[in-house]
């Protein structure tokens, strides 16, 4: 039987090596994955090779240090080839054979380092360096010192160092990281970051001396058939240094702008580059190279388009490129000639394999929060997935047979609840799952509305789908009491039974107050005109949807920012959301209250003022309560028992899912 999305299977060369697919595992920080001399560890090798055993045609590793004195970073942050080489080349040999046991090919991808854009956190407090002296991205204030010549000179040596030693690793090719993003090397391309007079500076050529070297190094050194893609920005969607652009907003390029992108692309072919690894943004637009779910999936297609018209090479194109329809169109349109999945692939290792099956309903989403990958490794934890808890600890946190099958009572059908189910069941225990409402979801149900959300959506498709694969006994419509569960006398008892809207008494005329759950589901209309009170996620989630549909909200927030509260979101996100409310008009008023609600609209105070804010509705978003009642009149029962998701703390679907993986996989 011929495969429904055939093209993605057709073999590919870059250069003259054959990649049996289209897909691309596309690079991303590997936090936590190798040990202090740089090597590669054993979780690191078990998660490129769970990419291959689920049918990726070609891994990219994260970046990896080319060397770690010009730019000194606490280890271990990043591999690094040239601490201890003949160590490397062990470890390395042993992720290479693996990978290549699946026919999938596996490139290393080499850095210069990160420059104006370096974390405190992993480089110390050393003057961080850059083209020329430009202000630091994360510290105000601090100003960043030239590279020298020698050192520039210095990292060439070593870029050219680093792939013999991938060479001799096993690795089929390396990318070089990056005229992209805005790091180092991409800082010297671009004139709002590189004001240098020496040859290394001033005209195009000049600023693209750096990339060029380094790919003339290697093809020298490794041979000209050896494979060199580049990680490349088409357009930096700079606005001013720290301040992006939006998709549809019309603002200056200060960066590198298409015109030029296209040819800069150009001239790197012709010095040598095997494959452009595309996409867009940088750390001063940084929601564009860490997208959230705010952009239209395959969001860099339209310029990687006509990067395409213009290169000989292949073109990899990520960005939410997730949907097999979507991906296949984007090749067969000849936008791009490979997909890169990152965090599509923390989610689910197997999209590959089970797009070639068929099995399009069994793969995991992307939810596009970043809460488990990127957002997590600017906490300081190592890189996972929300969705996938197992990912980055592959063998060590898999889930095995139950040695004793257990008869499981799981009450609540939210996500913590599912995957209990889930898991539970894969490992034989016999489950029983009771909501009290006529379909599984609980809090995403509402949350998943907006379009944006659609990946939540999905998210419950893929455990209802998952729960009936596994004969998983699912009760709808039943609150259970303390008598139903005596009556059932289960083994265990898991009670995730969620979390409900705060609310406000007003002591007003409150016919038009309703929740944000109410206005997402329908129930009532929020009108022309709103005040979202509670600028959390929720608070301005909604309010993005609602403007989005052209309505006039204003948010009003005790604390004196929005997005304060709740768990930490990923900076990029937050960022986006920020720049999307103001780029719809949405108002903001911080540091204030609502004190009333009359016919007019809400009474909100403000430094002691009070004004009346026009408004046909008055939406709370205020925060969620815990549900417990039913945990505390069991508590004291004797059998093993479990609180999970948002019944023990309202934190966030990551939460609620690895809280949920944990026990259920120890039960």
């Given at each position: 039987m011929k495969t429904q999305y055939a093209n993605l299977f057709e073999p590919i060369k870059i250069g003259k090596l054959e990649i049996k697919n289209r897909f691309v595992m596309a690079p991303m920080g590997p936090g936590g994955l190798c040990s202090e001399d740089g090597t590669f560890n054993e979780k690191g090798i078990n998660y490129y090779v769970e990419r291959a055993k689920g049918g990726t045609g070609l891994i990219i590793t994260g970046i990896t240090y080319v060397e770690n004195d010009i730019e000194k970073c606490v280890m271990p942050s990043m591999p690094?080839?040239?601490?201890?080489p003949v160590n490397f080349v062990k470890t390395a040999k042993i992720l290479t054979e693996r990978v290549h046991a699946y026919d999938s090919k596996i490139f290393l991808q080499l850095t210069a380092g990160f420059g104006r854009v370096s974390i405190p956190s992993i480089v110390g407090d050393v003057t961080p360096i850059a083209p020329s002296p430009v202000p630091h991205k994360w510290v105000p204030g601090l100003t960043c010192r030239s590279l020298t010549i020698e050192e520039i000179e210095t990292y060439i040596k070593k870029f050219t160092e680093s792939a013999v030693i991938a060479k001799q690793a096993g690795f089929d090719g390396v990318e070089i990281h990056a005229v992209h993003e805005g790091y180092l090397l991409d800082q010297f391309t671009m004139t709002i970051f590189n004001k240098r007079t020496d040859k290394y500076g001033g005209s195009l050529i000049n600023r693209l001396r750096f990339p060029i070297e380094i790919v003339n190094g290697i093809k020298e050194a490794c041979g000209k058939?050896?494979?060199?893609?580049?990680?490349?920005?088409?357009?930096?969607f700079i606005k001013d240094l720290n301040e992006g652009g939006l998709p549809g907003e019309e603002f200056e390029e200060k960066g590198r702008d298409l015109e030029e992108g296209l040819e800069v692309a150009k001239i790197l072919e012709e010095a040598g580059y095997d494959a452009f690894n595309a996409d867009s943004g940088s750390?001063?637009?940084?929601?564009?190279?860490?997208?959230p779910m705010y952009f239209k999936k395959g969001m860099y297609l339209s310029l990687n388009e006509q990067l395409k018209k213009i290169l000989k090479v292949p073109v990899i194109t990520a960005g939410r490129m997730d949907t097999p329809k979507l991906a296949s169109s984007a090749i067969a349109e000849e936008k791009t000639d490979m997909i890169g999945l990152g965090r599509p692939l923390l989610a689910d290792a197997f999209i590959p394999k089970?797009?070639?099956?068929?099995?399009?309903?069994?793969?995991?989403p992307c939810l596009s929060c970043q809460d488990g990958c990127i957002g997590r490794l600017a906490q300081g934890g190592a890189l996972s997935c929300a969705v996938n808890p197992s990912t980055g600890r592959e063998k060590e946190y898999s889930i095995e047979p139950a040695k004793e099958i257990k008869n499981i009572m799981i009450i609540g059908g939210g996500v913590a609840g599912c995957e209990a189910a889930r898991v539970c069941a894969i490992r034989g225990h016999k489950i029983s799952l009771y909501e009290k409402n006529d379909s599984l979801g609980g809090n995403i149900i509402p949350g998943g509305i907006p379009d944006f959300k659609e990946n939540d959506k999905l998210l419950i498709k893929w455990y209802e789908n998952e729960l009936k694969e596994?004969?998983?006994d699912i009760h709808f419509n039943i609150k259970v009491t303390k008598d139903f569960v005596e009556k059932t006398n289960p083994d265990v008892i898991i009670i995730a039974t969620g979390s409900s809207p705060k609310m406000l008494n007003l002591h007003d005329n409150t016919h038009k107050v309703y929740t944000a759950q109410d206005i997402l589901l329908g129930n009532h209309s929020p009108g022309n005109s709103t005040v979202i009170i509670g600028?959390?996620?929720?608070?301005?989630?909604?309010?993005?949807?609602?403007?989005?549909?052209g309505k006039k909200v204003t948010i009003v927030e005790t604390l004196d920012n929005i997005l304060s509260t709740g768990p930490a979101l990923c900076h990029a996100n937050s960022e986006m959301l920020r720049d999307l409310l103001k780029f719809h008009n949405v108002k903001i008023k911080t540091s204030s209250s609502i004190t009333g609600v009359n016919d007019k609209g809400a009474v909100i105070k403000s430094e002691n003022k009070e004004e009346i804010v026009p408004a046909d509705s008055i939406i709370l978003a205020i925060g969620y309560n815990s549900e417990k009642q039913l945990y505390y009149k069991l508590r004291d029962n004797s059998k093993e028992m479990y609180l999970l998701g948002d019944a023990r703390q309202v934190q966030n679907i990551m939460n609620a899912i690895w809280d949920a993986y944990e026990v259920s996989r120890n039960i």
């Open positions: 690094c080839t040239t601490i201890n058939d050896f494979p060199v893609s580049l990680r490349y920005s088409v357009k930096s750390y001063d637009s940084w929601y564009w190279s860490h997208p089970k797009i070639k099956e068929g099995k399009l309903e069994k793969i995991r596994y004969n998983v600028g959390g996620l929720v608070g301005c989630e909604t309010a993005l949807w609602l403007a989005q549909q």
